[in-house]
């Protein structure tokens, strides 16, 4: 390491900031951000900058710097275009043993000021040494889109238990040991989902009694339509916490492929034909497991209170007082749409957009045909391939336009993604030929007309054919 890191304390102590201008500016923000006093000084001073220190009680000196500036300030930043004037600010400092940073000047500089995520009392600072700023930029991007907003909050939580703990577990061990249990658990989800109180009573608990039995939890958690790219950082934090993972078929192999190594997996899909595990039994087996102290992630398709049946799963879990927590997730009509180009509304051809089921029973779809013939929306059918002859033909027969364009996508937002549009009198006996496989999603409406112009992905399916043959 080139530079020593530390975070130096200068609450309520006088800083010197050299220049006034864009530079300077954001120098003294992050200053006034850690509780600093300002003196400021350059012969011109923008307007903005010269508000910013009067509003915080900062001396502000419209003149050339002299070395007296220096006098009574622990830290000092040189952020001016005069080269001289920069050097000898370093000078001067140096010879006074204060730290100095001349902005992009590391041989001016005794100290360098980092790129920062502030999700104070946590702070992360992150540096090149001056070497390559903007890769430093990109990293704290990176950083802050995973670390969530609300860690800060977390941490002022825990902050205030610190004590309490250090008296109940002796050993430095022991504490870690339960620090980092709590903080991957649901004490930390509780709080990021903003429920501080039910975090904060569960914190309590646990540290009455930290050799407790962990508590379980129960994360319904929306994987959307397939491309795991597609996940929230909330799902994909789960995913990495939990001790067992429940999953069914719409679940894509590369998001099973995220979950935390050592968690346990348990399948539970339906296929259409077979349902291999009944819902009595997942919704037992999730409460039972939880009880019995699990991290317990329930991953489903799309969003789980969109033809999800989440709704029923956390209605036992409710009864019995097991924490849980419902994630969204990207639905397929949401997913399937964007991949194929067809926005769900558009102010020139429908304000409206429909999800129904176009699951068959007893051979028939189970729909209210009348309405939907007759309502300018976008129809978006879930579970409809096998029923596709069946909806077009109710359609049509109660009234809607035997042209209306129709898109049939399959696997959504994967590789694998095919799109087939057509017409409502059409599409059904086109697809014969194409061997076309679940998951699908049909749209109906004028804005299926929009995908020529609009659509952007390229699946695998049609690299390989080179271009969508199947449009
Ligand atoms: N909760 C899910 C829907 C579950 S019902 C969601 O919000 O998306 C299952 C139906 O979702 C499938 O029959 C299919 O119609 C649709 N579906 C899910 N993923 C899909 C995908 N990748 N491509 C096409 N359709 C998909």
Redesign the pocket.
């Known amino acids: 390491m080139d530079y020593f890191p530390i975070f130096m304390n200068v609450r309520g102590q006088t800083c010197l900031v050299v220049g006034g201008g864009a530079v300077a500016r954001r120098k003294t923000e992050a200053l006034l951000r850690s509780g600093a006093s300002i003196r400021l000084v350059a012969p011109e001073i923008s307007v903005d900058l010269q508000t910013l220190v009067v509003q915080k009680q900062g001396e502000l000196l419209s003149r050339n710097f002299q070395p007296t500036d220096l006098d009574g300030v622990v830290l000092v930043i040189a952020a001016t275009d005069d080269e001289r004037v920069n050097q000898q600010v370093s000078a001067l400092a140096a010879q006074a043993r204060l730290p100095v940073n001349v902005v992009d000047q590391p041989d001016l500089s005794t100290f360098i000021t980092p790129a920062v995520v502030d999700r104070s009392p946590v702070v992360v600072a992150v540096s090149s040494g001056g070497k390559a700023p903007v890769l430093t930029r990109l990293l704290k991007a990176r950083i802050e889109s995973f670390v969530p907003s609300a860690w800060g909050r977390l941490a002022q939580l825990v902050g205030g238990y610190r004590n309490r703990v250090k008296q109940k577990l002796p050993t430095l061990q022991q504490r870690n040991r339960f620090w980092s249990d709590v903080l991957q658990g649901p004490v930390a989800e509780l709080a990021l989902a903003g429920q501080v109180d039910q975090s904060e009573a569960l914190l309590q608990k646990r540290i009455e009694d930290p050799s407790a039995f962990s508590t379980g939890a129960v994360y319904l958690v929306?994987a959307g339509?397939?491309d795991p790219d597609l996940l929230t950082f909330r799902a994909l934090r789960l995913l990495q916490q939990a001790d067992l993972v429940v999953y069914d078929r719409?679940v894509s192999p590369q998001i099973i492929e995220l979950i935390r190594k050592d968690a346990e997996k348990i399948y539970v899909g339906k296929q259409r034909s077979e349902h291999s595990v009944p819902q009595p039994q997942i919704n037992q087996l999730l409460l039972e497991q939880a009880q019995a102290g699990k991290i317990v992630v329930r991953l489903?398709?799309?969003?789980?209170f969109?033809?999800?049946r989440g709704g029923e799963e956390i209605a036992t879990l409710a009864a019995e007082k097991i924490p849980f927590q419902v994630v969204p997730?990207i639905?397929?009509?949401s997913?399937?749409a964007a991949y194929a180009g067809i926005p769900l509304t558009h102010r020139d051809h429908t304000q409206m957009v429909v999800f129904v089921?176009g699951h068959l029973k007893d051979n028939s779809v189970n729909l209210d045909w009348q309405p939907l013939a007759h309502l300018d929306a976008t129809l978006v059918?879930?579970?409809?391939?096998i029923g596709l002859p069946v909806i077009c033909r109710e359609l049509i027969a109660h009234g809607k336009d035997p042209q209306t364009p129709i898109a049939l996508?399959?696997?959504?937002?994967?590789a694998s993604q095919r799109v087939f549009t057509g017409t409502l009198a059409t599409l059904s006996a086109e697809l014969d030929q194409y061997h076309v496989r679940?998951?699908?999603?049909i749209i109906i409406g004028q804005v299926v007309g929009l995908k020529d112009q609009l659509e952007w992905f390229q699946s695998r399916a049609e690299q390989q054919s080179g271009g969508s043959a199947e449009s």
């Open positions: 929306g339509p397939g719409l489903k398709g799309g969003d789980p969109i033809f999800g997730g639905t397929a009509a997913g399937c089921t059918i879930y579970m409809g391939l996508i399959e696997s959504g937002t994967l679940a998951p699908t999603l």
